[in-house]
């Protein structure tokens, strides 16, 4: 069975930290694994994905993320946060042995930049 | 905004009502869902379509029925719901649902319903 798993349900950094949001996995055979953040009163937008290759993936405004087979994690990260950064973040994996649609959420991790 | 459209962003009814929640897709995609998101909660896969048929259907209650006439329009019609129906229902699209696919989904902004 697939699962994620977000450890944290908030984060918080100070403007200018840097910051990193944790995400756990759990596939049968190689994992794809993606990032998506929610502003307020907005629906999910994909900030990047992992698929093979490079293990540091390089997103939308700012943001990376590393996956690491051994420990089964993909966390974000940003080297410097921005207040604007302040938002929900969800990982989400599937299986390569799965549909696409078969897509896991995690829980999501509020993360909150202070000025 | 990100190409997927939805109506209304929020919904009051109540347990006796019929209403209907309607996404579209300006993406050109093939493949549409339906969440339930709900506070502290992961998002909970509803329904999918792809190519128009409907291939997932994650034991939803049959208070809720979806409908996809084409690959640019989905709907959920809603009756008799239960006050922990309420929630934000958000909708989504991709370019195809196989197992090859390494497609992300875009989402609309959600119908935020509330049932009293």
């Known amino acids: 069975a697939q699962s994620v798993a977000q450890p944290e349900d908030q984060v918080n950094v100070a403007e200018g930290n840097p910051l990193t949001v944790k995400c756990t996995y759990s596939v049968s055979g190689n994992p794809y694994l993606f990032w998506y953040v929610q502003y307020p009163n907005r629906g999910l937008q994909f900030l990047l994905k992992?698929?093979?290759?490079?293990?540091l993936v390089k997103g939308s405004y700012g943001f990376e993320a590393e996956f690491n087979k051994s420990q089964t994690s993909f966390h974000l990260k940003k080297p410097s946060a921005l207040v604007s950064d302040s938002a929900l973040y969800f990982c989400?994996?599937?299986?390569?042995?799965?549909?696409?649609?078969?897509?896991?959420f995690g829980s999501g991790t509020r993360l909150s930049i202070r000025p | 905004e990100t190409g997927v459209t939805q109506t209304p962003r929020h919904l009051v009814m109540g347990m006796t009502n019929k209403k209907s929640l309607k996404c579209e897709q300006h993406l050109g995609h093939n493949a549409m869902y339906w969440y339930k998101q709900s506070a502290k909660k992961p998002l909970e896969l509803m329904f999918v379509y792809s190519l128009e048929e409907r291939v997932e259907n994650n034991s939803v209650p049959s208070r809720f029925s979806p409908e996809c006439p084409n690959s640019s329009h989905l709907f959920l019609h809603l009756h008799t719901l239960q006050p922990e129906d309420s929630a934000l229902y958000l909708c989504?699209?991709?370019?195809?649902?196989?197992?090859?696919?390494?497609?992300?989904?875009?989402f609309g902004p959600g119908t935020r319903l509330t049932v009293l």
């Open positions: 992992y698929i093979t290759g490079d293990n």
């Open positions: 989504a699209s991709s370019q195809d649902t196989s197992r090859l696919s390494y497609n992300e989904q875009f």
């Open positions: 989400a994996v599937r299986g390569e042995y799965s549909s696409a649609s078969k897509i896991i």
